[in-house]
């Protein structure tokens, strides 16, 4: 039971390249997030899914599309990464329910130059 | 979302109680508080969740008035692997909607 796996675990891009973010979970979780967290920062929701087959915006969106390939895998990709996408990513999640407990990855770490 | 206040940062001695405490002026009736641990290089790990009153688990409790406008986050008997930032998190249960996650407080525990 590997929990929320993401890969990779570091990426360095430059200017104008495009990148995927892989995450997977074995947790038969309904819904995924992705967040990002810039230094000294909270975290701040990309995009998420609440079920397969649906994925919605969150408060940082542009910049970014997203895909739930199916229950266990959500990957986020960077069309052209801008330095301002600088930042570490998180895959988290959520079984469902009342409980509001998210589980999250071990996040990606991305430099764009 | 409801937004949360909560200090910028804590200092605590190894041994002590150590209460945090959170605003959330504007919470709806249907909102639960959610509280969330991160340590450096790592995702938030949950900590406890609670709509009213008191909830207590193997590491915490949660102590909410009735007027719920605040909540404060306990842990018992700190020790140095407790410094980490910990989010007081406010939204309704049940919805797969990100809670807001803010700045937190940053809790350095002292030898």
């Known amino acids: 039971n590997a929990g929320v796996t993401q890969t990779p675990k570091f990426q360095v891009l430059k200017t104008g390249q495009s990148m995927t973010l892989q995450c997977a979970q074995d947790?038969?979780?309904?819904?995924m997030y992705w967040y990002r967290q810039d230094p000294g920062m909270g975290l701040r929701l990309i995009y998420y899914s609440a079920s397969e087959g649906t994925t919605d915006k969150g408060e940082v969106p542009n910049g970014y599309n997203v895909s739930r390939l199916n229950k266990r895998e959500f990957s986020l990709r960077l069309e052209s990464a801008a330095p301002s996408q600088t930042s570490v990513y998180f895959c988290?999640?959520?079984?469902?329910?009342?409980?509001?407990?998210?589980?999250f990855g071990p996040g990606t770490r991305l430099t764009v130059l | 979302l409801a937004k949360t206040t909560q200090p910028i940062s804590m200092d605590s001695y190894e041994g002590q109680e150590v209460n945090i405490t959170c605003s959330h002026n504007n919470i709806a009736t249907n909102d639960y508080i959610t509280w969330y641990q991160q340590f450096p290089s790592q995702g938030p790990r949950f900590i406890i969740q609670g709509y009213k009153t008191k909830v207590t688990n193997e590491v915490a409790s949660l102590f909410i008035p009735a007027d719920r406008k605040s909540s404060t986050l306990s842990l018992p008997r700190v020790s140095l692997s407790d410094t980490a930032v910990y989010y007081c998190l406010v939204g309704a249960s049940g919805s797969a909607r990100q809670l807001t996650f803010g700045s937190g407080t940053q809790l350095t525990v002292l030898p």
């Open positions: 947790m038969n979780h309904n819904s």
């Open positions: 988290a999640g959520r079984l469902g329910g009342l409980k509001n407990e998210q589980f």
